[in-house]
């Protein structure tokens, strides 16, 4: 089944359409094929490319590249997360690891955006983890006391300074971490897009349909061609799994977004003007909603197990309105008709909220699963995996395989049953908050 490109998206909508679109159409050869063109195999090329420039490297995707989940997320970059299981007292010393992950991830964020002056809407305002639940105070006191003890900055906030921060009084609790990073994330993925090296080909539109080692030659079949290469990265992140990369080790998480049009100066004044915000739940379930800079709403709040492929117009159609009524109860003044567009994206988990690096045989190696959080760490693993593809080493590496490994899954359908029910407890739980 192929990937389908759509025009479902206000961040992709937002930039001019590329033209000259290349598809494997015969067959090829390589000494480097990556497979999957986000923010990971994107920085894999880049990096490839700075490494080899006289070598031959091949970065193929699905469909159009960097408009999968790389540009369809929130746009959060993230220095800490709250659902990821490692905010206990006993597991400290593994969310430090975690932060320290984060925080190689924005910087190679950073260091990309300086050397080719990217604009990406780039605003270091923190972000806020929030609820509307008092009772949920106690949750965000002990993560305080864990950012404490780790020396990140960060405030309680109560429900009149987050109207007067956030022009709702939908909230009652908040925690603000200082070093959070809102940004565009369809423009940072054209940006990589565009300072590709010129030894790196990019197809597009490409599906890979099986792939084999023979000897110590990979070779890949897509619709229309094949390619041989000495070397792969997959980077495919939520379609791994149907790839048999790590299967049992990530599973694909479907969720939906929707973003309204810019709000008019009289509705912007009904909600006091605020500047530029985000917001992550507190329930793991909870709704990811974010003010933009050019005065657009924007809301994520379902999570499921579905057909990673293609979400159909009407189902979709089902899931922004719960995006419309979560807008609604915190913003009841504005009118109903606001949303301008919705869509769907892929991420990618593991059992245990860690990521997936790895050299699986001498010559492939894969990256990727980065549950929720992938524009630093997507970004750093792309350009790490291709160092250490490389057969170097790097502290960042050293860094990155410190973490906690991805913990064994069971297979079908006890996983999905598993992962559906989970889901379905959390939503229950969350119900208020979406």
Known sequence: ???????????INDL??????????????????????????????????QLYPNQKILLVDAQLAGEGASSRNSGYLVDTTLNDGFTSNKELENYKKKADIYKLG??????FIKEYQVDCDWNECGKYFASSKKEDKK????????????GFEHNLLSNNDLKK??????YNIALHTKGGILLHPAKLARAMIDTLPENVSLYENSLLVNWKKINDIVICNFKNGSVKTNKII??????????GIKSNYNFPITLTASMTRS?????????????????????????????????RI??????????????????????????????????PQLPNNIIQSSWSGIVSRTRNSSQIFEKIDKNIFVAGCYNGSGIGVGTLFGEQIAIKASNENTKEIETIEARNKPTWLPPNPILSLGVKTRLIYERIRAKSEI
């Not at 089944?1 to 961040?11: A, G």
Request: aromatic share 8%; charged share 25%; net charge positive.
């Open 1 to 11: 089944m192929e990937v389908v490109n759509d025009n479902t998206c206000s961040w």
């Open 16 to 49: 001019t359409p590329r033209s000259n679109i290349q598809t494997i159409s015969s067959d090829l050869h390589c000494e480097w094929l990556i497979v999957g063109a986000g923010y990971t195999g994107l920085s894999a090329a880049r990096k490839l490319g």
């Open 106 to 111: 924005i910087e190679a964020i950073k260091r």
């Open 139 to 150: 949750i965000l006191e002990n993560f305080s006391d864990t950012l404490s003890k780790l």
């Open 165 to 170: 921060r956030l022009g709702t009084n939908f």
């Open 234 to 243: 997959f980077a495919t992140n939520g379609f791994l799994k149907s790839l």
């Open 263 to 295: 709000l008019s100066d009289e509705e912007f004044e009904t909600i006091g003007k605020p500047k530029e915000w985000g917001v992550l739940p507190v329930r793991p379930m909870g709704a990811t909603i974010r003010m933009t800079k050019d005065k």
């Open 298 to 331: 924007l809301i994520r709040n379902t999570a499921e197990v579905y057909n990673p492929y293609q979400m159909t117009q009407s189902e979709l159609n089902k899931r922004s309105l719960k995006q419309r009524i979560g807008i609604k109860k915190r913003f």
